[in-house]
């Protein structure tokens, strides 16, 4: 007699807590990397196979990769799209552009005390922007015209809250090439995909002459990224909306490998996963996913292996990855990354999760 599957998935289910506490930890802060390091691919690598980790470089993951294996990665590049300035009161304030409706019409988040309708914001070059309406925690400006040309000039990258590096003009150039993945082509995110931060032009050379296919989805990934779940009860939580396009080749290239799926980073798994028939065939289109992954989850893509970094407590990232190898094995990689002082978040470390 086969077993009742219905049964079965009620029990995993059941064994599973949806409580925001436990995917709290406990962190160092001196184990938050304020920058990266000068060699990409000397960073640390944690290969996670289940409750067995290997302590490696990154340059290593070469290593771990046959041929036939496809590797995609998220070509997204990241605007410069924080401006700094005041309000018209005098009050020092700062935007980030998220969403462009036209010329001068744009969504931003807003860091100022007590921003109400009407409030009028100074900026270098004779910028300047009024208050038109809220949006959700984010607010709909005017401009008195395109900021969009003069990102290069008065723009700085939108680094998240956690790393404290100032941004002068001294330091603008290297602080763009830092945040940035070296395959970095399709404009309009405001957060990195930084689990690509480890990746070189040579390194990459050196994993398509060992007959692995590389290719290149986009997801543009929001500042929503960096905020934590608030709700005690994750399946409470309202996912942020994220653009993607999974071109015709890259499709073809996924669908008819001959070996593994390696992706790098939780936006490429999102963007794959939101694209996937339930036969695991990825669709090539353009569009926008909320898809909020947590366990249990049963993944469509078929993906074997995720490269990742470390990710924030309470955070949606931390629940996909846990989805995606267990939360067992999550919770106890983090203990070995901590006790073995490696660098977290966007500037750090990076993991190999093997499926």
């Known amino acids: ?130 208050v038109a309406e809220r949006s959700g925690m984010n607010f709909i400006v005017e401009f008195n015209k395109d900021p969009q040309p003069l990102l290069p000039e008065i723009g700085e990258m939108p680094l998240p809250p956690y790393i404290r590096v100032p941004q002068t003009i001294d330091n603008r150039d290297l602080v763009r090439s830092q945040y940035q993945t070296v395959y970095a082509k399709t404009p309009g995110s405001i957060a990195a995909p930084t689990a690509g931060f480890h990746f070189t032009p040579e390194l990459l050379q050196k994993i398509e002459s060992k007959g692995v296919g590389v290719c290149m989805i986009t997801l543009h990934v929001g500042y929503g990224t960096f905020l934590p779940v608030k709700e005690s009860d994750i399946r409470d939580h309202k996912m942020h909306s994220e653009e993607f396009e999974i071109s015709e080749s890259s499709a073809s290239i996924i669908n008819n490998r001959r070996g593994r799926l390696i992706l790098v980073g939780t936006t490429t798994l999102r963007a794959l996963e939101s694209a996937s028939s339930e036969m695991g065939i990825i669709r090539a289109m353009r569009g926008s996913t909320d898809i909020f992954i947590y366990p249990p989850y049963d993944f469509k893509c078929r993906a074997d292996m995720l490269i990742t970094n470390f990710h924030l407590p309470k955070s ?13 094995v999550i919770d106890n990689a983090y203990r070995e990354a901590i006790r073995n002082k490696y660098r977290f978040y966007s500037f750090g470390d990076a993991m190999l999760l093997m499926r």
């Open 316 to 328: 949606t990232l931390l629940m996909l990855v846990s989805a995606f190898a267990s939360k067992e």
């Open 1 to 130: 007699m086969l077993p009742d599957m219905s049964e079965k998935t009620e029990k995993k289910v059941s064994e599973v807590s949806f409580q925001l506490s436990d995917y709290d930890y406990d962190l160092p802060k001196e184990l938050i990397a304020q920058e990266p390091l000068k060699d990409r691919s000397g960073s640390k690598l944690m290969v996670v196979d289940g409750l067995n980790v290997q302590h490696k470089r990154f340059s290593d993951i070469v290593d771990f990769f046959e041929p036939g294996d496809v590797l995609v990665l998220n070509e997204a590049k990241v605007d410069p799209c924080r401006l700094r300035g005041h309000k018209s009161s005098g009050a020092k304030a700062s935007f980030i552009l998220s969403k462009r409706f036209d010329t001068k019409l744009y969504e931003v988040q807003i860091t100022c005390n007590r921003v109400r309708l009407g409030d009028e914001f100074v900026f270098p070059e004779g910028l300047t922007a009024v």
